[in-house]
């Protein structure tokens, strides 16, 4: 006999055997039990958790009763005649439901009922449809309908509404991953519980996805299923490397950090499940630092996880985490569209080391949970003067650049006096406030970068927008954006201030454009870069 994949094997024959839909099998068979089944039902949910799988029992179930001699129930062989599977995708024509419509007219084989199972529904063209819905409003007594969907919003509400729907929901990894142990007892694989919560959990619910890798695995596998094995496979990173990534991140260790993304590169492993699971990662250490260990069923990981994250989270502010998730979430929509993913990625990475720390360093490991708050006091690092590095030349085709070390316990050589702030010192410090509204909102602070500042009398900051970017004044003219901007002001600034933006002239635009284009005429020269020389204009070379 041909080998049985075990995704097929061990389909769910009755809603017993279901996992994780207990709320909606106990209702189906509580309507099957008082005979007051509907005649159309809707099962929407993601690929995998049991969608057709119920819709099969459930007609086996309405036919049990007078199931002929000559007919089999047996739902992985499909050899009910009573029961139609239709697949949407590809009988998804007007002609299609137009012949459905006539043999539903036809008596079930059997003397029971006869069920129509339509996967993946939202296929159907608008013309089906249209066809479908009187028979839907008023089928024959003998006729059923099931439909399923991973797409549900694509349905008319004239179908929906017709229909008793049910919502599948994903599959809780715990129960997936108890449920693949008592697949491998009953097929003797041997496996790690922490090779087998992994692949729960990059299943994303899926148990079909599950036992297809696990049915992989096992294959391939010297004699056991380890978390190596699983992390090969699927190009997963191991948690050590997204603590020890994560710990140069937190301690501004730039060069550290890259190094760490360079050798999970070299190993294969796919930098854009990297990207998503340090926002993963990131949230996780969110959920631990908001309520430590009262939310963490919030985290679908090991508890050995779970206690190296808290004891992570103790040393890192609630500030410095968001801000570091805003910037990979944004990097996790470069990455998929450029084709050099690894580049965007580390270009984030060296992003958030610059972005400036408010916490103490932490170590690259989680370290003794025996920390108190203490251990996590703000840390404000000077403002380093423009050093220029040495660079000495050698005969290797390469440059050696001098390192600078900075005295973190240093004060500011030369720090800003309220009464000294003026439009040249604004300008001149113009991204520092930026990014310091950046940290506050990405928004706001990405939007304002396209503004410049014009004027400045002791109390009122001008900012000027080009017509081009007007929504971005717009959107940065609001009570709560700007008291985000006024804030980072006075912390950047030490002085209050009110933020005034306005449009910059149509003249003011025409005087640089003018300027420009005659320094690239008598030069024969191309711009190449912008500054802001705190006039207003942009000042271009």
């Given amino acids: 006999m041909s080998y049985l994949v075990l995704a097929r094997k061990y389909r769910p024959q009755t809603f017993a055997d279901v996992v994780g839909q207990q709320e909606i099998t106990e209702k189906l068979k509580a309507a099957l039990s008082s005979n007051r089944t509907a005649h159309a039902y809707l099962f929407c949910g993601p690929r995998g958790v049991g969608k057709t799988t119920c819709a099969r029992i459930l007609a086996k179930e309405l036919n049990k009763d007078v199931a002929a001699d000559g007919l089999s129930f047996d739902l992985g062989m499909q050899t009910a005649l ?4 239709i697949d949407g995708a590809s009988n998804n ?13 036809l008596m079930p084989m059997g003397g029971g009922v006869k069920v129509y199972i339509i996967d993946e529904v939202h296929m159907l063209s608008t013309a089906a449809f249209n066809a479908l819905l009187k028979t839907l409003e008023e089928p024959p007594a003998h006729v059923k309908f099931v439909f399923a969907t991973t797409d549900p919003n694509k349905l008319p509400l004239t179908v929906v509404s017709r229909c008793q729907r049910f919502d599948f929901r994903r599959i809780p990894i715990e129960q997936m991953a108890g449920y693949l142990k008592e697949v491998c007892q009953k097929e003797q694989i041997t496996a790690d519980e922490d090779a087998l919560f992994s692949i729960a959990k990059a299943s994303q619910g899926s148990m079909r996805d ?23 496979m699927l190009g997963v990173v191991e948690t050590e490397r997204l603590f020890e990534l994560a710990g140069a991140i937190l301690r501004k260790d730039c060069s550290s950090a890259l190094k760490v993304l360079n050798g999970i590169a070299d190993k294969g492993k796919d930098i854009k499940q990297l990207s998503s699971d340090l926002v993963v990662f990131f949230r996780n250490l969110m959920v631990m630092k908001a309520g430590g260990r009262d939310l963490q069923d919030l985290i679908d990981y090991s508890v050995a996880y779970k206690k190296m994250l808290y004891e992570l989270s ?7 985490i968001i801000g570091n ?7 996790q929509e470069t990455t998929r569209i450029i084709e050099m993913p690894q580049l965007a990625l580390e270009i984030a990475l060296a992003k958030i080391v610059i972005s400036g720390s408010s916490i103490a360093p932490v170590s690259a490991v989680p370290v003794s949970g025996n920390q108190t708050s203490a251990s996590s006091a703000a840390v404000k690092l000077p403002v380093a003067a423009k050093p220029v590095p040495g660079i000495i030349l050698n005969n290797k085709g390469s440059v050696s650049i001098e390192p600078i070390v900075f005295d973190r316990n240093a004060e500011p050589e030369t720090p800003i006096a309220a009464s000294a702030v003026s439009l040249d010192i604004i300008s001149r410090d113009w991204n520092t406030f930026t990014h ?24 009122k900051l001008a900012v000027a927008f080009s017509h081009e970017h007007e929504f971005h004044k717009e959107f940065l003219d609001s009570p709560g954006n ?20 306005i449009i910059m002239s149509d003249a003011d635009a025409g005087k640089l454009a003018s300027a420009v284009n005659e320094a690239l005429a008598m030069f024969g020269g191309e711009v190449v870069n912008e500054w802001d020389s705190g006039d207003g204009l942009s000042k271009s070379h």
């Fill in 436 to 459: 310091a509204v950046c940290q506050e909102s990405m928004s706001v602070g990405t939007y304002l970068l396209e503004g410049h500042p014009v004027k400045f009398d002791g109390r």
């Fill in 314 to 320: 103790l040393s890192v502010s609630m500030k410095e």
């Fill in 482 to 501: 700007l008291k985000i901007m006024s804030a980072s002001f006075q912390e950047v600034f030490k002085q209050e201030a009110v933020i005034d933006l």
């Fill in 93 to 105: 024509s007007v002609e299609d439901i137009r012949t459905l419509r006539e043999n539903v007219q």
């Fill in 325 to 331: 998730i805003d910037i990979l979430v944004a990097v």
């Fill in 210 to 232: 599950a036992l297809s890798v696990l049915d992989q695995l096992s294959s391939v596998a010297s004699g056991k299923v380890d978390l190596n094995e699983v992390n090969s």
């Fill in 82 to 85: 009573d029961i139609i599977e």
